[in-house]
Structure formats: structure tokens, C-alpha cells
């Protein structure tokens, strides 16, 4: 920082380092859970478990044999993901921290 003033001398000054940091990322304390049944042309949706700290907000992540297949807060299953194995990834957002990760259980997905 500089300090300007007419007629006198110009100084400088310069504060101490300061390192910002964030908090501590959320943690499931109970895993996500997928809620409804898992089964082609049905629609499954989320229970986001338990977080400690609290999460303000949530985004969701399906997946298909890893493959991510939707972001919303329900999935409409599809004929062609028949036999194969679903899972849920819910990312916990807190303002000022990491984000935190969970996965749910890995479910096979019905004809």
C-alpha cells in the first residue's frame, strides 16, 4: 500500500503475509443412498446420507459402470443400462470449504 500526499514524501508500507485457507471438507456420516426401484424405465432418486459438517448445497452424480450418465436429483432408467451396475456420487458444497465426496452402494440394474 502507498500513501500519497502533496508536498510531502511518498511511503510505502506492506502488511504481514496472510494465508487464507479453507475449512475442512464435509464427511458422510451416513452414505448416500439410491431410493426407489432399480429397474429399467423407473426412476430412482437420491437420499444424500448424513454430513458433518452441514452441507449447503448438494450435486449429484450418476453413474453406469463409471460412466457418468446424469446430474439431477432423479434418473429415469433406460433399457440399454440393463445388467449393468448404478451408483451415486453426492458432492457436499459448504461455503468457505472443500468439497466433500461419498459414493453409494453399487446396485445392478434390473430388465
Known amino acids: 500500500m ?3 500526499r502533496t508536498n510531502l514524501k511518498t511511503n510505502a508500507a506492506t502488511s504481514a503475509a496472510l ?3 479453507y475449512g475442512v471438507a464435509p464427511k458422510a456420516t451416513a452414505v ?3 431410493v426407489g ?3 429399467v424405465g423407473k426412476t430412482v432418486k437420491v437420499s444424500v446420507g448424513a454430513w458433518s459438517p452441514k452441507a449447503t448445497s448438494y450435486r449429484y452424480e450418476w453413474r453406469v459402470n ?12 433406460t433399457k440399454a443400462w440393463a445388467g449393468k451396475k448404478l451408483t451415486l456420487v453426492v458432492v457436499a458444497r459448504r461455503t468457505g ?3 466433500g465426496r461419498a459414493v453409494s452402494a453399487a446396485v445392478k440394474i434390473k430388465k
Open 2 to 4: 502507498t500513501g500519497y
Open 32 to 34: 448416500p443412498k439410491i
Open 37 to 39: 426401484t432399480v429397474k
Open 66 to 77: 463409471g460412466k457418468l450418465v446424469g446430474t439431477a436429483a432423479s434418473l429415469k432408467l
Open 19 to 21: 494465508t487464507v485457507a
Open 97 to 99: 470449504h472443500h468439497d
